[in-house]
């Protein structure tokens, strides 16, 4: 099972193997609230109903907007994630190695439990459009040089099933060519 915060909304799928659209219900509490304590409720909400994942998706939190990596940090700090995923679109090349870096860097300025030295808090990359860069891949490979972290998944279109595995070989050939 898995429930998702969108928007500071939360979406539950009943677990069947296979994706179905029919299956997502919405848990939604308006805007202008505290992202930290609606991903806590949603996380009770999650275990009350035996739901196996929680996916907090923050939504366009920029890394130059100081007030916003400070909420980001509080809702990590508060609901103490198992995994720490960045978004980041593939299209944008380098831009998005410097968007990854200064995120990585606001989150450990803003946490209260990164200790000093810290090198990454994000736990993994999620590239989104990966499907249109072609052989233009050096970025993605900057991204887990710089922090470490692995490219967890790789978005390919606009459905939940689009979500996948990094393919390495393919990668290593387009480096090649």
């Known amino acids: 099972s898995s429930l998702e915060i969108n928007n500071e909304a939360v979406v539950s ?7 179905s659209e029919d299956k997502v219900q ?8 505290d992202p930290a304590g609606l991903a806590f409720e949603a996380i009770k909400y999650a275990k009350d109903r035996c739901f196996d994942v929680v996916l907090v998706d923050t939504a366009g939190r920029m890394q130059d907007n100081e007030p916003l990596m400070r909420a980001l940090s509080k809702l990590v ?9 960045f978004v980041g679109e593939a299209l944008v090349g380098n831009e998005a190695v410097d968007q990854l870096v200064k995120f990585n860097q606001a989150l450990i300025d803003n946490s209260v439990t990164a ?8 736990d993994g990359i999620l590239l989104t459009k990966f499907d249109c860069i072609d052989d233009k891949v050096g970025a993605a490979i900057s991204m887990t ?6 490219i967890v998944f790789v978005g390919t279109g606009q459905q939940y099933p689009d979500l996948r595995s990094l393919n390495v070989k393919s ?3 387009a480096l090649l060519r």
């Open 171 to 173: 990668v290593v050939t």
């Open 115 to 122: 200790e000093a030295g810290t090198k990454s808090i994000i």
């Open 26 to 33: 919405l848990y939604e509490r308006g805007y202008g609230k």
């Open 77 to 85: 700090a508060m609901n103490k994630p198992d995994l720490t995923l």
């Open 145 to 150: 040089y710089i922090t470490g972290q692995p």
């Open 13 to 19: 799928t009943q677990s069947t193997g296979m994706y």
